[in-house]
């Protein structure tokens, strides 16, 4: 899966969303849940905010020395036995992940679970080269046995399936025989799994941090598939992210802590698999072969400037657990394997803004997400900054719009014709007016009035009044209990 | 003490009941106010819609207007926030900067100047019935007044209050959003209006136009027989 899916226009995306309302059921559901479960775990853990602070202090520290810190991690891996590649692209990445399966006449890969592997498109590149590729987190292995259908959340990917649409699916391309329970669905992938565990040549996984000092690597899992990725192929590639790194175990250990709590409100994840290069002498398991990729793929662009904070993103999707904009349109929409305000953020600077330009607009700047980044991410503020870059750099922005907005700078700008247009407004508007509303207007005022009525313009306008007033004259005052009105 | 009223346009052109409200509200509690003329809108449309530069006039209007002011009220919380905002857009502007710094220490959302400022938790306000209130995302988040609202609203008498359910979500106004966007902004309001029916309440109240006309534009178009008031309304009844 490209970090693009579908080529369906924004519009119709969101018109499918929100017309499915299973999903939005499961959205809405998830979103309360897990809000409530993650408010439970950062009181717990109390001094929330300064826990921030300090995740917000490592990740910038990080993202300052990253040269420094990369070329730590580098001369680590490689002095513990493991080859390190640096990706510049996705087909850098590709190419080599391709190189090493094929060097090994690998017929099967089994994987943990990756967003970055799904943003580089890998499963494809690997299927091309006639390698059977098997995820083995349980949501992506449900969207992988359901032809491919995109993770429509970066923490669990098939949030959007109810359990009687993965009975179906499992009944169609497994043959399971068994009823919609969740666990008796479970047990029936667990043993398929398995299987794939133990025939598997090459484990592949992502990675959520790794450490500079020790040149070892973090996965956080709640299923312990990670663990069976990492010690039963001979060989094992860990794809990561340019970014995703901590100095030392000190900042793992904040990080992890409070990347479980914001992403589903868990003190610890049941797995916190922590690997360190290739099996050593007395070593009972793991992998004889350890790869390392690193992956920048458009990630050293966002570096230095405006946007940097994003790379702070440790992908715990707290801030998609709070979104209202996503609660209703959920991942789908977004056209990105990355949604809600984190992929709102990230997709156009990783994929452009040719496809992604809608994305900064879907968003009331109503700064949940910011509030609810662990490592303070000003969410909203990075919106607002790429609409500023569509509409003074991109050019992107509908010429109507930009005429309306010169007229409103002109226009707010000038208390002349301010007060001149705010004066004329009722006499404008009286045709679209009754009963001191309008529900059919025109212009800009269409699209609200279809769902909602709009006040009249008053006639004295609170200015005039106040003006009336100071001079003595005026209406007089409303009687207050009689100030009850509709909006 | 006097007190320069930041009106807003939506308030001088749309709802200046709630103007006359503030204004009546203030004065009760031994405040002068002012109203200069020149005030414009704070440049927030157009602001939050990506046109940096075309907003800035706008600002730079408004920081002269206020330049005198001692304290400057607005009873909109988005509306002050952005009185806050302005330091940020001139940031590095050696003349612009430091006026705007000054005009955002002395401006106040009108609960949070009541609360703050003239020390007052209880106004005499009166008013029977059962209400909710919609907390807005800029003021709670932005401009982080939480409590100064619920205090005001706890003391008027006779007022039956009901928390709202999922109250930390937006209504879906976010300005340009709710035209841009209307597809998901009516979804959004939607569920605002489904969580203030559960409540049983007469009244939803709130502290911000744009919300309130977004909350009630909906609930007057499906008929509803809730009474949609701002803060200053509720504060004011006696």
Known sequence: ?487 | MKVTLFATCLVDMFQSDVGKATVELLERLGCEIDFPQTQVCCGQPAYNSGYVKESKDAMKKMIGTFEHAEYIVCPSGSCAYMFHEYQHVFKGDPIWEPKAKKLAAKTYELTQFIIEVLKVENVGACLEGKATYHTSCHMTRLLGVQKAPMTLLSKVKGLEFVELPGKEQCCGFGGTFSVKMAQISEQMVDEKVRHVEETDAEYVIGADAGCLMNIGGRINRQGKPIKVMHIAEILNSR
């Not at chain 1, 803004?353 to 910011?370: H, Q, R, V, W």
């Open chain 1, 1 to 487: 899966m490209p970090m693009k899916i579908g080529n369906e226009r924004f519009g119709e995306r969101v018109e499918k969303g929100i017309n499915n309302s299973f999903m939005r059921g499961a959205v809405a559901g998830a979103q309360d849940n897990i809000g409530a479960r993650r408010l439970n775990a950062i009181e717990e853990l109390g001094n929330w905010e300064e826990w921030r602070s300090h995740g917000e202090e490592i990740r910038q520290h990080v993202l300052e020395h990253l040269d420094y810190y990369l070329e730590q991690l580098s001369d680590n891996v490689a002095k513990r036995g493991g080859n390190v590649f640096f990706a510049e692209t996705a087909e850098e990445a590709n190419e080599y992940i391709k190189e090493v399966v094929q060097s090994k006449n690998a017929q099967k890969v089994v994987k943990s679970k990756s967003m970055v592997t799904e943003e580089i498109n890998l499963n494809a590149s690997l299927e091309e080269v006639g390698c059977q590729v098997i995820e083995t987190d349980l949501g992506e292995y449900i969207l992988q046995v359901d032809d491919h259908d995109p993770p429509s959340h970066i923490v669990a990917p098939a949030l959007h399936k109810n359990k009687e649409q993965v009975r179906d699916v499992f009944t169609k391309k497994l043959g399971y025989k068994k009823s919609a329970d969740p666990t008796e669905l479970a047990w029936h992938a667990r043993e398929m799994l398995r299987q794939d565990y133990l025939t598997a040549d090459v484990g592949i996984t992502g990675c959520n941090f790794a450490v500079a000092e020790t040149g070892s690597f973090a996965l956080v899992t709640n299923e312990g598939n990670a663990d069976l990725v990492t010690s039963l192929p001979k060989t094992q590639i860990t794809v990561m992210g340019m970014e995703r790194l901590v100095p030392t175990f000190e900042e793992l250990e904040v990080l992890v802590s409070m990347l479980t709590r914001s992403a589903v409100g868990q003190k610890l994840p049941s797995y916190v698999t922590v690997l360190t290069g290739p099996r050593e002498e007395l070593d009972v398991d793991g992998p004889e072969d350890f790869h390392l990729v690193i992956v920048d793929n458009g990630r050293s662009k966002i570096l230095g400037t405006e946007f940097q904070s994003v790379l702070q993103c440790i992908r715990c999707a707290a801030c998609v657990n709070a979104c209202p904009v996503y609660r209703h349109v959920g991942g789908h929409s977004y056209g990105s394997i990355y949604s809600g305000p984190i992929g709102a953020v990230l997709s156009p600077l990783l994929g452009g803004y040719e496809d992604y330009k809608e994305l900064p607009y879907a968003s009331t700047l109503c700064g949940a997400c910011s509030e609810v980044c662990p490592v303070k991410i000003p969410l909203h503020e990075l919106l607002h900054k790429h609409r500023q870059v569509i509409v003074e750099k991109e050019g992107k922005a509908p010429v109507s719009e930009k005429l309306l907005m010169k007229a409103f700078g002109l226009g707010a700008a000038s208390p002349t014709l301010y007060k001149w247009g705010s004066k004329i407004a009722p006499t404008a508007m009286n045709p679209f007016t009754s009963e001191d509303k309008i529900t059919k207007g025109p212009g800009p005022l269409k699209a609200w009035t279809e769902v909602r009525d709009f006040p009249a313009p008053n006639k004295e306008r609170f200015r005039d009044w106040f003006k009336n007033r100071e001079k003595g004259g005026g209406t007089s005052w409303p009687e207050p209990s009689k100030t009850e009105k509709h909006f």
